[in-house]
């Protein structure tokens, strides 16, 4: 779809979509933002849009997901940066300390492992650690979705099975 095509399809519907992403939002001001995000991510992907597909549908999908991710994003924000109340106090005191030596040790060690699975199945996995969701790191290392997915876990077996021989090991010492 050229850029043309893209916009005169846009002008068709855009009303439609803005009364969506208001609904979505329930605020003017996140709705605009919503927008904007599903313009600029519709416009950078029309390539993967097929010709004779309900253009609308295909819109309202971007922005919903759109609209996921952001919440998504939001909530998990929000719980690492709660404001201390008496509510939550308990928790954050309760809480175990990440410098006991074997927290230490023990991330250490995970750091290893995770190090010594191959970097195609290395990447993705510390990037979805970092908190990013399949399709930002599909984005962002130009994969399909799919193909990360599968490297994850794939990952995430790998960690297991050396998890599995450490931790087959340790028993073994134990029991001698």
């Known amino acids: 779809m050229t850029s043309n095509e893209f916009s005169n399809q846009i002008r068709e519907i855009e009303s439609s979509l803005k009364g969506f992403a208001i609904k979505l939002c329930s ?3 996140a709705a605009e933002d919503l927008m ?7 416009f950078k992907n029309r390539a993967s849009y097929t010709m004779g597909t309900n253009f609308k549908a295909w819109m309202t999908t971007i ?3 759109s609209f996921v991710n952001r919440f998504r994003r939001k909530k ?6 709660r404001p201390i109340t008496e509510e939550n106090q308990h928790t954050i005191k ?10 230490v040790i023990m991330m250490k060690e995970l750091n290893k492992l995770i190090d010594s ?7 993705p ?12 790191i599909s984005n962002e290392l130009q994969i399909p979705i799919g193909t990360i997915k ?9 960690l297991q099975q050396k998890v599995g021989k450490i931790y087959d090991l340790d028993t073994l010492r134990s029991a001698a």
């Open 27 to 29: 605020d003017k001001n």
């Open 117 to 123: 699975i191959p970097e195609i199945l290395r990447v």
């Open 150 to 158: 599968s490297r994850i876990f794939y990952a995430r077996k790998a």
């Open 63 to 65: 922005m919903y997901n």
């Open 125 to 136: 996995f510390r990037m979805t650690l970092e908190g990013y969701q399949y399709q930002d």
């Open 36 to 42: 904007q995000d599903t313009m600029l991510k519709a």
């Open 76 to 81: 998990r924000t929000n719980k690492l940066f």
């Open 94 to 103: 309760s809480a175990p300390r990440r410098d006991d030596a074997d927290s």
